[in-house]
């Protein structure tokens, strides 16, 4: 019996990975690295209570509504402030966005401004807190456009995906994970919460060529139009056969799509003309993955790294999975 004693896997911790990322790059300047491991840190704080979300008194709203009008439950803003405090005083950043707040969030006056942007949702899918289902944090890194040394401006952050430096989520499920990319493929890493640590669990995510599931809100059937009609009604007619799955979680819902393989998409409806999902906090990181993984995503019209947003909370229809499944949206759409 031959024993395989190579550990190394096991022994990847996301230090060591995103260190040996930077090492790949000769003029990294570790500011990156530095994001990075800020994030994996806030990850942890997050997941310390998401796990604990039914036993602490932390459970449930904290009593206001946030820009989009939503109830802002207490793990939110936990999870909001810890990114925050995180990140203000490192130097890295120039100026930071959260799905959480209107307007921009400068980087505080006695903390150095940094060249980098950091935008992210800090906990999407919070509405399903109460119900014990699977949460998560996604992160969009820019490199800022306007001159160094001064306060970053919207400028800085009202970029496409195509500009994405680096991406990622942390999925808050039957265990935590962090899923990243810096435009060199796609790894995941799952927290052990004995030694505290995230390990290289899934090395080089690629989307399988056979997909398995699709995954859309049947329940706004009637609110699509003809041609998403269409084309979910195709997808159920699919041959091999695709299953139906649908959380109510982006993060999950795309980390399925990612691992399994399909389509998962949030188009426009009568309700939502311009679909529900943000552009800069889901849409533009979570494509960035899906691509970086091999996949394509969507507006229906036409690739959405190439859309530059308006504004911060700007939403956008999104379908993201395998090529060939999102590629016959658009032509469903074309012939509307
Ligand atoms: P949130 O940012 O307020 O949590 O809303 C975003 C979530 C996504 O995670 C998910 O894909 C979508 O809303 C689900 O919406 P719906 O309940 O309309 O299917
Ligand atoms: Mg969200």
Do not use: C
């Not at 602490?56 to 439950?73: F, H, K, L, Y």
């Not at 130097?91 to 903390?111: N, R």
């Not at 859309?216 to 009604?233: A, F, I, L, M, R």
């Not at 980390?255 to 311009?274: E, I, S, W």
């Amino acid at each position: 019996m031959s024993i395989d004693l190579n550990f190394d896997q096991q022994l990847t911790t996301i230090e060591r990975h995103i260190l040996d990322e930077q090492a790949s790059h000769p003029d990294a300047s570790g500011t990156l690295t530095g994001i990075l491991h800020q994030i994996a840190l806030a990850g942890k704080l997050i997941a310390k209570h998401t796990t604990r979300a039914g036993l602490a008194d932390i459970i449930g709203r904290a009593g206001s509504t946030n820009v989009q009008g939503e109830d802002v439950q207490k793990l939110d803003v936990y999870a909001h402030r810890s990114i925050f405090r995180l990140m203000d005083h490192t130097g890295y950043l120039a100026v930071m966005g959260s799905e959480e707040e209107e307007d921009l969030i400068p980087i505080p006056e006695k903390f150095p401004v940094g060249k980098y942007v950091l935008l992210f949702d800090p906990l999407d899918g919070s509405s399903n807190i109460d119900f014990n289902v699977s949460i998560g944090t996604i992160f969009t890194v820019f490199k800022r456009v306007t001159p160094l040394g001064r306060p970053g401006t919207l400028e800085d952050m009202l970029q496409p995906a195509s500009e994405i430096v680096a991406a990622g989520y942390l999925v808050y499920g039957s265990s935590t994970m962090m899923v990243y990319s810096t435009g060199r493929g796609v790894n995941g890493f799952t927290l052990d919460p004995s030694i505290g640590e995230f390990l290289l669990s899934h090395k080089n995510i690629r989307l399988p060529e056979r997909p398995k599931y699709y995954s859309v809100n049947h329940g706004n059937y009637h609110y699509w139009s003809p041609g998403v009609q269409k084309y979910t009604d195709w997808l159920q007619s699919h041959e091999p056969p695709i299953s139906m799955r649908y959380i109510g979680s982006m993060v999950a819902d795309v980390h399925r799509t990612l691992l399994g393989g399909g389509v998962f998409y949030y188009p426009a409806d009568t309700k939502n003309p311009n679909g529900k999902l943000r552009m800069l906090y889901e849409v533009a990181p979570m494509s960035f993955l899906v691509e970086q993984a091999g996949g394509y995503a969507s507006t229906g019209t036409g690739a959405i790294r190439d859309v530059k947003p308006a504004n911060l909370h700007q939403r956008l229809p999104a379908f993201m999975g395998n090529r060939e499944l999102v590629e016959q949206v658009e032509q469903f759409l074309a012939e509307e």
